[in-house]
C-alpha cells in the first residue's frame, strides 16, 4: 500500500519527466535533420555558384577564343580547321592560357556537326554524338549544368558519392564587334569542374554537426537524468515521512483510546489485586503456624506485585504524562542509576565505566522520567548479559546537544529484530513485558530528543541519546 501511495504522489511529476525526455528526443531529432537539410541547402548553394562559375568561365573563354582564335585564324588562313596542327595548338594554348588559373578538369569543343574538334584529352578529338542533351540544347543557344554523381546507394544518401561533378554545355558564339555574345552559335564548350573535394568538406562538417549536437544531446540527457533522480529521491522521502507521520498518528490515536479503556480496566484490576495481596500476607502469618515451610503465600505476594508493575508500567505506556522539566544535569541523573544498582552491579559481576566529559551543559528534563528511562535501558544492559561484563556510559557535548551512549557485551539485538525492539508487549525474555524501551522513547521524545539503537561491531549494543542543551 505504502508503494502505491508513494507511486501515485509520483504520477505529476512522472508526466514532467517523459515530457521533458520525449522534448529532448524531439529536439536531438530536429537538430539532426535540420543538420541534414543545412547540409542539402549549402550543397545546393554551392552546385547554383559551381554553376554560375561554369557560365562565366564560358563566357571568358567564348571571348578568348573569338578574339586570340577565330579572328586571328580566320584572316591567317580563311578557314578554321582544327585538323591543321598549327591551329590546333593555337587553340589549345589559347584555352589553357584562359583557362590556367581556375579549377577545370576537362574542356570539349564541339562544331557544329556534334563531333569534339578540341579537347583537354586528346584522344576525344574527332569523336560524334558525345554530349546528349546538353549538347542539343547549346546547338539551340542554351546554356545548362547537371551534377553526375558516383557511387553505391548508401554513399548518395549520406551525401558522400565517391566522384561527384558539374558538367555544363553552352554555346560558342561569334561576337559583334563592342558587344557581348549575341552573334549566332559557332560551336559548344562542354566544362567539366571536380566537385568531389567540396563534397568531401562538406560531408566532414555534416559529420562534425552530428557529432556535436549528440554530444551536447547526451550531456543535456545526463543532467536531465541526474535531475530526474534528484527530484525523485525528495519526493520518496517526502513520502515515506508523511507515511510515518500518518502512522504516528494512527498509533497515538489508538493508544489514546486504548489508554483510557487501560485506566478503567487497571482500576478494576489494581483494586481486587491489593485484596489478593493483603490475604495473601494473612495467609503467610497463618501458614507460618500449621505449614511453615510452604512458599506458596510468597509466591502469591510475588506474582502480585509483578502484576502490579506491569499494570503501572503499561498505564505510563498507554497515557505519557507531560515532562516536568527542570534545568538540570544529565549526569547527575546517571550517577543516581549507578547508584541504586550498585549492590545488584557489585554482587552479579558487572563493571560500569561511566565516562562523563567536562563541562557538560544543563539540559531541560524531567529527572523521574529520565531516572526511569536509563533504568529501564541499564536493566537492559544487564540483563544481556546474565554473567556480567562491562557497561559504559558515555556523556558528552556536540554541536547543542547531549549525547549519552550506553554500551554493553551481550549478545546484540538480530537484524530482523532491531524494527521491533520498540514495539509495546516485544520481548524475548521470559518474564519481560516488552513495555521497557517504548517507554524509554516515548521519554526521550517528549524531551524533545531521539534515540537510536545499533548493533557494535564486536559484541553487545549501543543505545545512542541525544537531547537538546541549555547553551
Ligand atoms: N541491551 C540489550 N541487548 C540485547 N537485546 C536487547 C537489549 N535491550 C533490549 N533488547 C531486546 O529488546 C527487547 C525489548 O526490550 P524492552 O526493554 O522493551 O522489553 P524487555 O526488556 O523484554 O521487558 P521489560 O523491559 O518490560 O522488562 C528485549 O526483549 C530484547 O530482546
Ligand atoms: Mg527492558
Same mark, same amino acid.
Given at each position: 500500500?505504502?508503494?502505491?501511495?508513494?507511486?501515485?504522489?509520483?504520477?505529476? &511529476?512522472?508526466?514532467?519527466?517523459? &515530457?521533458?525526455?520525449?522534448?529532448?528526443?524531439?529536439?536531438?531529432?530536429?537538430?539532426?535533420?535540420?543538420?541534414?537539410?543545412?547540409?542539402?541547402?549549402?550543397?545546393?548553394?554551392?552546385?547554383?555558384?559551381?554553376?554560375?562559375?561554369?557560365?562565366?568561365?564560358?563566357?571568358?573563354?567564348?571571348?578568348?577564343?573569338?578574339?586570340?582564335?577565330?579572328?586571328?585564324?580566320?584572316?591567317?588562313?580563311?578557314?578554321?580547321? #582544327?585538323?591543321?596542327?598549327?591551329?590546333?595548338?593555337?587553340?589549345?594554348?589559347?584555352?589553357?592560357?584562359?583557362?590556367?588559373?581556375?579549377?577545370?578538369?576537362?574542356?570539349?569543343?564541339?562544331?557544329?556537326?556534334?563531333?569534339?574538334?578540341?579537347?583537354?584529352?586528346?584522344?576525344?578529338?574527332?569523336?560524334?554524338?558525345?554530349?546528349?542533351?546538353?549538347?542539343?540544347? $547549346?546547338?539551340?543557344?542554351?546554356?545548362?549544368?547537371?551534377?553526375?554523381?558516383?557511387?553505391?546507394?548508401?554513399?548518395?544518401?549520406?551525401?558522400?558519392?565517391?566522384?561527384?561533378?558539374?558538367?555544363?554545355? $553552352?554555346?560558342?558564339?561569334?561576337?559583334?564587334?563592342?558587344?557581348?555574345?549575341?552573334?549566332?552559335?559557332?560551336?559548344?564548350?562542354?566544362?567539366?569542374?571536380?566537385?568531389?573535394?567540396?563534397?568531401?568538406?562538406? &560531408? %566532414?562538417?555534416?559529420?562534425?554537426? +552530428?557529432?556535436?549536437?549528440?554530444?551536447?544531446?547526451?550531456?543535456?540527457?545526463?543532467?536531465?537524468?541526474?535531475?530526474?533522480?534528484?527530484?525523485?529521491?525528495?519526493?520518496?522521502?517526502?513520502?515515506?515521512? %508523511?507515511?510515518?507521520?500518518?502512522?504516528?498518528?494512527?498509533? $497515538?490515536? %489508538?493508544?489514546?483510546?486504548?489508554?483510557?479503556?487501560?485506566?478503567?480496566?487497571?482500576?478494576?484490576?489494581?483494586?481486587?489485586?491489593?485484596?489478593?495481596?493483603?490475604?495473601?500476607?494473612?495467609?503467610?502469618?497463618?501458614?507460618?503456624?500449621?505449614?511453615?515451610?510452604?512458599?506458596?503465600?510468597?509466591?502469591?505476594?510475588?506474582?502480585?506485585?509483578?502484576?502490579?508493575?506491569?499494570?503501572?508500567?503499561?498505564?505510563?505506556?498507554?497515557?505519557?504524562?507531560?515532562?516536568?522539566?527542570?534545568?538540570?544535569?544529565?549526569?547527575?541523573?546517571?550517577?543516581?542509576?549507578?547508584?541504586?544498582?550498585?549492590?545488584?552491579?557489585?554482587?552479579?559481576?558487572?563493571?560500569?565505566?561511566?565516562?562523563?566529559?567536562?563541562?557538560?551543559?544543563?539540559?531541560?528534563?524531567?529527572?523521574?522520567?529520565?531516572?526511569?528511562?536509563?533504568?529501564?535501558?541499564?536493566?537492559? $544492559?544487564?540483563?544481556?548479559?546474565?554473567?556480567?561484563?562491562?557497561?559504559?556510559?558515555?556523556?558528552?557535548?556536540?554541536?547543542?546537544? +547531549?549525547?549519552?551512549?550506553?554500551?554493553?557485551?551481550?549478545?546484540?539485538?538480530?537484524?530482523?529484530?532491531?524494527?521491533? +525492539?520498540?514495539?509495546?508487549?516485544?520481548?524475548?525474555?521470559?518474564?519481560?513485558?516488552?513495555?521497557? #524501551?517504548?517507554?524509554?522513547?516515548?521519554? !526521550?521524545?517528549?524531551?524533545?530528543?531521539? !534515540?537510536?539503537?545499533?548493533?557494535?561491531?564486536?559484541?553487545?549494543?549501543?543505545?545512542?541519546?541525544?537531547?537538546?542543551?541549555?547553551?
Amino acid at each position: 500500500m505504502d508503494k502505491n501511495q508513494t507511486s501515485e504522489k509520483n504520477k505529476p &511529476f512522472r508526466l514532467v519527466k517523459y &515530457f521533458t525526455f520525449s522534448s529532448l528526443t524531439v529536439i536531438f531529432a530536429g537538430t539532426i535533420a535540420l543538420s541534414f537539410f543545412n547540409i542539402h541547402w549549402a550543397r545546393t548553394m554551392g552546385l547554383d555558384k559551381s554553376e554560375e562559375y561554369a557560365l562565366v568561365l564560358v563566357e571568358n573563354l567564348n571571348h578568348q577564343v573569338f578574339l586570340q582564335f577565330i579572328i586571328p585564324v580566320a584572316l591567317k588562313y580563311g578557314k578554321i580547321q #582544327l585538323r591543321n596542327k598549327e591551329q590546333y595548338v593555337r587553340m589549345d594554348k589559347v584555352v589553357r592560357s584562359t583557362l590556367h588559373s581556375f579549377k577545370v578538369d576537362m574542356v570539349n569543343i564541339y562544331d557544329m556537326n556534334h563531333t569534339i574538334s578540341y579537347s583537354f584529352d586528346k584522344s576525344k578529338v574527332g569523336k560524334t554524338d558525345l554530349g546528349g542533351t546538353g549538347y542539343q540544347y $547549346a546547338i539551340a543557344g542554351r546554356s545548362t549544368s547537371k551534377l553526375i554523381q558516383n557511387g553505391n546507394f548508401w554513399q548518395i544518401l549520406l551525401g558522400l558519392p565517391s566522384k561527384s561533378k558539374i558538367v555544363t554545355f $553552352a554555346p560558342l558564339r561569334a561576337e559583334k564587334p563592342l558587344s557581348a555574345l549575341s552573334g549566332p552559335v559557332l560551336g559548344v564548350v562542354e566544362i567539366m569542374q571536380d566537385l568531389s573535394e567540396d563534397h568531401q568538406t562538406i &560531408f %566532414r562538417f555534416q559529420i562534425r554537426v +552530428i557529432i556535436t549536437s549528440t554530444i551536447v544531446m547526451l550531456v543535456l540527457f545526463l543532467i536531465l537524468i541526474f535531475v530526474v533522480k534528484q527530484g525523485e529521491a525528495i519526493i520518496h522521502r517526502r513520502n515515506l515521512e %508523511r507515511i510515518r507521520l500518518k502512522e504516528k498518528l494512527n498509533q $497515538a490515536r %489508538r493508544l489514546s483510546a486504548l489508554g483510557k479503556m487501560a485506566a478503567g480496566i487497571s482500576h478494576e484490576i489494581r483494586n481486587p489485586l491489593g485484596i489478593i495481596k493483603s490475604c495473601a500476607e494473612l495467609l503467610k502469618k497463618k501458614m507460618a503456624v500449621f505449614d511453615p515451610k510452604s512458599s506458596i503465600p510468597n509466591i502469591i505476594v510475588e506474582e502480585s506485585n509483578r502484576l502490579n508493575r506491569i499494570i503501572t508500567d503499561f498505564l505510563e505506556y498507554a497515557r505519557p504524562k507531560p515532562p516536568n522539566l527542570s534545568g538540570c544535569r544529565i549526569e547527575k541523573i546517571l550517577e543516581k542509576n549507578i547508584d541504586y544498582l550498585k549492590s545488584q552491579t557489585e554482587s552479579k559481576g558487572y563493571t560500569v565505566l561511566s565516562e562523563f566529559n567536562d563541562n557538560l551543559p544543563k539540559v531541560m528534563v524531567d529527572t523521574d522520567m529520565m531516572y526511569q528511562a536509563f533504568l529501564n535501558l541499564l536493566i537492559n $544492559a544487564m540483563q544481556s548479559m546474565p554473567s556480567g561484563g562491562t557497561i559504559r556510559i558515555h556523556i558528552f557535548h556536540r554541536a547543542g546537544n +547531549i549525547h549519552v551512549h550506553i554500551q554493553d557485551q551481550g549478545e546484540g539485538i538480530p537484524a530482523e529484530q532491531l524494527e521491533r +525492539i520498540w514495539d509495546p508487549f516485544f520481548t524475548t525474555k521470559d518474564t519481560g513485558t516488552g513495555l521497557g #524501551l517504548g517507554l524509554v522513547k516515548n521519554i !526521550i521524545e517528549s524531551h524533545k530528543g531521539t !534515540i537510536d539503537i545499533k548493533n557494535l561491531s564486536g559484541k553487545g549494543i549501543q543505545v545512542a541519546i541525544v537531547l537538546p542543551a541549555i547553551l
